[in-house]
């Protein structure tokens, strides 16, 4: 784990020189030892590159790197405590806690006031100073090479350049697929699973090759495509990982079946729970990456089989490396070997990483590009990594030939885990960008059971990081959300990262490995994380690890009395995720040197009354404690945090002098608290903190405030100064109308007097938002959410302030708008809005001009010209939800014609729209593809939409024509008994089609061919068409496949 050694000797180094320059180490008689120091510590810093590239395949290499590092970490903790004496000397002699510590080294000078503790740490530097002598000699017999190329400089792209190129987090899609080959297997495959040859034996299909072939990707193509969705009505996808929880496993596929589970732990009964489950309907299991069959023979064989004797015609599909497993799953006669990649598709491949001025005259570089392809040898994983490298270099010969001639191509001896081509893309990371990378191999590999972490829980040097190992192909986001983004990392490359970080890094995934939780052969473990293991994980085995300097525990933990956190001492991060953790609060003062507390989803009811003493805590991750029921008054005295999240947790108050926390970036779940000293002119004291202890927080990055209703009056809004946090860019609004409603309620008894204060309430909630204004300037998502009672939303959400200032927002969500007669005008204008929800705003009457522009800002005739920027320029996402739009403004029609050129879904439900806007219909209008109707009641038509891929439309009584869909190939249709006309849809592949109270099939199915159908209908239609000769039968006889089933009323 080099990086880790490069950065600890760079920090280390940078320390000496601090302690130097603060003359320091003559005042604790140890300058001398000090000076061998700096001057050891420069002699190694020269070859430390090649001990990196020698450690791998060199043992002794090995050993004199863990010593070095070993040294570091040691001289880092003292370092601390140091600073930690100094602060103890500071508040001895009446300093403020929240005094800005100085440089590392600088409060060295407060020891000196303690000469016991001045004697120790000048011991302890001279003890630290013998053993680098002692590492700095042993490097004599390893004739280390000094001096080679660092990272700086073989990096061709200057950071601007680089930054430039980069995407921003919610642009990074999956590299699109190439080649015909995998479109004829996945054709091939659908067909054979689909396929019935007469025996109601469980066929077992298999799809095997080498990690990084594209194994998971083929069978992820064939489960999504439209042939299997059809033919299997229950579809299951399973992750196996190499050591797996039995009955984990079974509840995954439990509930992916539509079963329910209720956490159970006995197998017998799990068993018969996913038997039953899957019995239900034809069924197909996917098992991805399955490395041994114990899954297969131990778990998942008798309930699959039971199941598909219930269901013939059910399917299991497997991924493995090992053709052996597979025969043994019973795939014999259906086995599919992935094949690599051929020369042109491995181009294609590569050249979708580079970026897009890199494109331009690529093809003067094939040549080359070809040779470094020759290197891949097909494989698409190393293709990608290959070409995220690429992308950091210039699109020149020069360039691309110090890649193909790297040595790290044929580096000699290299282990059966680590991959020249991962090597050579890891090589050329800087040493942050290694640490971080290696990192990532501590987190649970399962996706699926993971939280999503917010981008904002790290600071912007750490997302500019993430970003660049996914540019890098290095690991893949898997998911988005308006808050955060989850990521996976391939097995190939995770392998790669825990074989490099092995030697002080331990992921256990094992019960055998649960009962130590720690390595072997005298291995010092720096970072342990701890997966969902079957068995809880013993306390007393985990307490042996004293060097731990990272924790992370997803399991259970079997505690016993007096169970403590006092022996990992070094601790910088402890990480516990739905485990029982309350017992470990007493001791977590003792962790002097920790950064990061996240306990996550645990029954964590305080947190300790002298948290004050863990002066370097930086990170409080409270996420889902719902014992938690206040915060110690003594967090107010740490002055180094830098987030908090106490969302979904029970406390409703935070102690008063919060505002002095000024290096918060991220503040998440800050309850609003008022009480009776909480008005105008009160010169009473209160015990907790109110909205105007949020004005010093000016680095806020993140803020999220719940319980604005409780807010008196705009006054005590305008203090908080959000307007002055010129960081800002996720700003999240939420309200109680249940706290509201019940307020209401229990001061006025109900009626008149409760609608005045109600308007009152409405009233005074309008002046508090509108004193809450964010920095427009810098504000990229934005939420209102929880039951706003205002009938305005404030003016700076309208124009011109709109247009002139939100040039950044990106997301914006109003949800829960009972009282709200109207949208900000001019949302149109905003340049970057991506994604725009509004959900339940039922007073919301019309949606016209003011939607696409406001009046005063339309031009004459209220169309936009031609030279005009379309309205809602990036605009991809719309959700309109619970409207009630009565009316439609003919006059906008030109303007919406242009609107949203790049919108690709569309969603409306509960509005009472007639007909869907016109300038959906426009020819010019290429991205919209899905297209979701739900539960509108007066809309008559749908046409013209000539992208739209796929339309679903559910409970809309008086639609009548669905029509001019050329590109259409999926419909739903459920619950629309009026509609008459279904046509001018050539491309439709899929038609689904249901209403219990249908009498007769509806006629238009005659004029639609469809590949299938499935209809439900009612009973006694549906036994009507089982009858030969049926006169309905006629309607859906030219359609090939059908599905036909019954729905109770």
Not at 542 to 556: F, G, V, Y
Not at 1019 to 1030: A, E, I, Y
């Amino acid at each position: 784990m080099a990086a880790v050694l490069d950065a600890l000797v760079a920090s280390v180094k940078k320390l000496i020189t601090d302690m130097a320059k603060e003359e320091v180490s003559m005042l604790l008689g140890v300058s001398r030892e000090i000076t061998k120091q700096e001057d050891n510590m420069e002699n190694i810093k020269a070859f430390l590159a090649d001990a990196e590239r020698r450690r791998i395949t060199d043992q002794g290499v090995q050993r004199w790197v863990t010593k070095l590092k070993g040294a570091m970490y040691d001289a880092i903790d003292i370092l601390g405590l140091c600073q930690l004496e100094a602060h103890k000397q500071r508040e001895s002699k009446g300093g403020g806690s929240e005094d800005k510590v100085p440089g590392c080294f600088q409060p060295l000078l407060f020891c000196l006031r303690n000469p016991v503790f001045a004697h120790e740490i000048g011991r302890c530097i001279k003890g630290l100073n013998q053993r680098l002598d002692e590492i700095y000699k042993g490097a004599a017999k390893f004739n280390f090479i000094t001096n080679l190329s660092c990272y700086q400089d073989r990096r061709m792209l200057t950071d601007a350049e680089h930054s430039s190129s980069l995407k921003t987090m919610s642009e990074f899609d999956e590299t699109a697929i190439v080649g015909e080959n995998i479109e004829r297997d996945t054709k091939e495959l659908a067909q054979v699973l689909i396929t019935n040859n007469g025996k109601h034996d469980l066929k077992v299909v298999s799809i095997v090759g080498m990690g990084g072939m594209g194994k998971t990707t083929l069978a992820q193509k064939i489960f999504k495509e439209a042939t299997i969705q059809e033919h299997f009505k229950t579809r299951i996808w399973l992750s196996i990982t190499q050591h797996f929880d039995e009955p984990q496993l079974l509840r995954s596929a439990i509930k992916h079946a539509g079963g329910h589970h209720g956490e159970e732990r006995d197998m017998t009964l799990l068993v018969r729970t996913l038997t039953d489950a899957l019995s239900a309907s034809r069924f197909l299991l996917v098992m991805d990456d399955v490395w041994s069959d114990d899954a297969w023979s131990h778990v998942l064989s008798v309930p699959i089989r039971n199941a598909s004797k219930e269901q013939p015609g059910s399917r299991v599909l497997v991924t493995t490396r090992k053709e052996d497993l597979a025969l043994k799953m019973g795939a014999s006669l259906h086995q599919h070997r992935v094949r690599p990649l051929e020369e042109e598709d491995a181009w294609s491949l590569l050249t979708k990483q580079l970026r897009p001025g890199q494109v331009v005259g690529i093809d003067q570089l094939k040549n080359i590009g070809m040779e470094i392809l020759k290197k891949c040898e097909g494989l698409p994983l190393a293709i990608k990594v290959i070409g995220g490298l690429l992308s950091t270099r210039y699109a020149s010969e020069r360039d691309w030939n110090v890649v193909l001639r790297s040595p790290a191509w044929s580096i000699a001896g290299l282990p059966q885990q680590l991959d020249n081509r991962i090597y050579l893309s890891y090589e050329d990371l800087s040493p942050q960008l290694k640490q971080c990378f290696l990192y990532c191999s501590l987190f649970p590999k399962a996706p699926d059971e993971s939280s999503s972490h917010d981008e904002y829980s790290l600071e912007e040097m750490a997302t500019e990081s993430y970003r660049e190992l996914i540019k890098r192909n290095l690991i893949e986001p898997i998911e988005y959300s308006l808050t955060g983004y989850r990521c996976t990392m391939h097995d190939v490359v995770r392998c790669f990262a825990e074989y490099m970080a092995r030697e002080e890094s331990v992921v256990v995934v094992h019960d055998r490995q649960a009962a130590t939780c720690g390595g072997s052969g005298g291995l010092l473990v720096r970072r342990l994380s701890v997966g969902q293991t079957v068995s809880a994980v013993e306390w007393v085995g985990l307490q042996k690890q004293k060097a731990l300097r990272t924790l992370i525990i997803n399991s259970r933990i079997n505690y016993q009395s007096g169970g403590s956190l006092e022996s990992f001492s070094s601790l910088r991060v402890l990480y516990i995720w739905s485990a029982d953790s309350d017992g470990l609060v007493a001791s977590l003062p003792k962790l002097k040197h920790l950064r990061y507390l996240h306990l996550e989803n645990t029954n964590v009811s305080r947190l300790p009354d002298d948290i004050q003493q863990m002066k370097f805590l930086q990170h409080i991750d409270l996420l889902r404690c719902k014992k938690l029921g206040h915060l110690p008054s003594s967090i107010i005295k740490l002055v180094h945090l830098r987030s908090l999240d106490i969302t979904g947790s029970d406390v409703s108050v935070v102690p008063k002098g919060f505002g002095g926390l000024t290096n918060l970036r991220m503040l998440e779940g800050f309850p609003v608290h008022v009480d009776d000293t909480d008005h105008v002119g009160s010169s009473s004291s209160s015990r907790w903190c109110s909205l105007q202890e949020l004005a010093p927080l000016s680095q806020l990055r993140k803020l999220t405030l719940d319980g604005l209703e409780k807010v008196p009056g705009s006054w005590m809004a305008e203090k908080a100064m959000i307007s002055r946090k010129a960081h800002l860019s996720y700003l999240e609004f939420n309200y109680s109308t249940t706290g509201r409603h019940t307020t209401i309620s229990s001061t006025t008894g109900g009626g008149e007097a409760a609608e005045q204060q109600q308007r009152q309430q409405s009233v005074i909630e309008e002046e508090v938002l509108e004193k809450l204004c964010p920095p427009t300037f810098c504000l990229e998502n934005l939420t209102v959410e929880g039951g706003y009672a205002g009938r305005q939303l404030p003016n700076w959400m309208h124009a011109p302030a709109l247009a002139a200032d939100c040039k950044s927002l990106r997301f914006l969500r109003l949800g829960s708008l009972p009282c709200c007669i109207q949208l900000p005008d001019g949302l149109c204008y905003l340049p970057c809005l991506e994604s725009l929800n509004v959900e339940n705003a039922p007073a919301i009457k019309r949606i016209g001009p003011g939607f696409q522009a406001p009046s005063s800002l339309l031009p004459a005739g209220d169309t936009f010209s031609a030279a005009s920027p379309p309205p809602f320029p990036r605009l991809r996402r719309l959700q309109l939800v619970g409207l009630c739009e009565e009316e439609q403004q003919g006059s906008a029609k030109a303007a919406i014609a242009i609107a949203m050129p790049f919108l690709e879904t569309l969603k409306i439900e509960n509005c009472k729209l007639s007909c869907l806007p016109p300038g959906l219909a426009s020819i010019n209008r290429h991205a919209l593809r899905e297209v979701f109707l739900y539960e509108l009641s007066n809309l008559t038509c749908v046409e013209n939409l000539s992208s739209v891929v796929k339309l679903d439309v559910f409970d809309c009584p008086e639609l009548k024509r669905i029509s001019g869909l050329p590109s259409v190939h999926k419909i739903r249709i459920v619950r629309c008994p009026k509609l008459e006309v279904l046509e001018a849809a050539p491309s439709l592949d899929s038609l689904v089609l249901g209403d219990a109270t249908m009498e007769t099939l509806p006629g238009y199915l005659q004029a639609v061919h469809p590949r299938f159908l499935q209809l439900a209908c009612s009973k006694k239609m549906c036994q009507s068409l089982s009858s030969p000769g049926c006169s309905e039968w006629r309607k859906i006889s030219h359609i090939g496949k059908r599905d036909i089933g019954f729905l109770e009323n």
